[in-house]
């Protein structure tokens, strides 16, 4: 009998556009202040990512010096072409992205349109495997829905990139975003940002904090769900990425338990908020936790549905997980297929039809 080899669609690639590759595609003033006025984008943080490793893997630095994940014929032989990827979802790399700057919002929305631009030019229409993010400064909501009007029809776009950070994201203010993207036919994709606070405090350690990433995809998910974002936006698909799936079963069950005792509250939820999170969110496995096959079974059992989780390996970054090793054996075909490409392909409605790989 023939193995089936499955094809991957990434979820979480990495590229890297240096603010040089920038210039070209930024106006003035904005142009200035990068090539002539030092400016650079920083993260206020008390720690590098991590701390000892650094962000990257250190395989992953291009040959010649640039940094990992800037040169795509290198990501083709690094990555694409080994891991027997069909297709990848590029989320950038600027950092923070244009919506976590804490002010001068007009340089932020030009930097994200000429990230739009220089992304589309320089990766999505040169391979074919590659997709991309729309990247907004969503401090100015009218002008981010703008952004993606711009940008979402773009053949090779299937997601609207937001930071996880000190957004709540369920506030009507940002609702421009989620009608634009539900307009434009795209998958609202969230990637953490700062680090989780306590009471308004960073941790401690690098530790700490990459411990408790998935505290604010948690807090994220209460704010839509209650706050009734797909009630509103019905076709809205979200995927929350580089925060696993453990978390999802336990948060479910107690926001449950929440609404049948605090339905009063939130009128305009009609539904179950469990029922709401297998419809509308996907998680992707990075960074996937060490577990046995009966284990994996049953996290998706109790999350109700095999079709919530998608594969992402993180690339370049040093946490990065090898689609060949990070899932346990034993597990069956069909769930194979729905977790490497099967379940992404439902989300990312632009992508090819599906195509068959055999050994």
Known sequence: ?????????DTDVHEHIPYEDLLPYLNEPWHHYIKNAGWKQEKHLPYTQPAIAGLNRADAQVPDGRPAGSDLEFMKQHLLEVDNHEFAILGGNLDPGPSSMHGWYEMATALATAYNNAQIDLWLEKDD?????????????LEAAKEIDRVGSHPKIVQVLLPIDDFMWGDPYYHPIYEAAERNNLAIAMHHNEPPLYYGK???????????????????IVNMVFN??????PNLKCILIEGGFTHVPPL????????????????????????????HFKFTTQPMDDMT?????????????DEM???????????YDNP????PGGLSEDILEKIYNGNARKLYNKLPAKKEVLD
């Open 1 to 9: 009998m023939t193995k089936k080899k499955f094809s991957l669609i």
């Open 293 to 305: 096959r009966d284990e994996l079974m049953n996290y998706m059992d109790m999350m109700g549905s």
């Open 129 to 141: 495997r590659l997709y991309g993010s729309v990247h907004i400064n969503a401090n100015e909501p």
């Open 252 to 279: 479910m069950k107690k926001m449950d338990k929440q609404y049948r005792e605090l339905r009063f509250e939130v009128p305009w939820i009609k539904r179950m908020p469990s029922e709401i999170i297998r419809e």
């Open 228 to 233: 009734g974002v797909f009630e509103k936006y």
């Open 324 to 327: 060949h090793t990070a899932l």
């Open 309 to 319: 989780i998608c594969f992402s390996t993180d690339y370049p970054h040093w946490d």
């Open 202 to 220: 960073f941790p401690r350690y690098f530790i700490e904090w990459h411990s408790l990433i998935q505290t604010s995809h948690m807090n994220l």
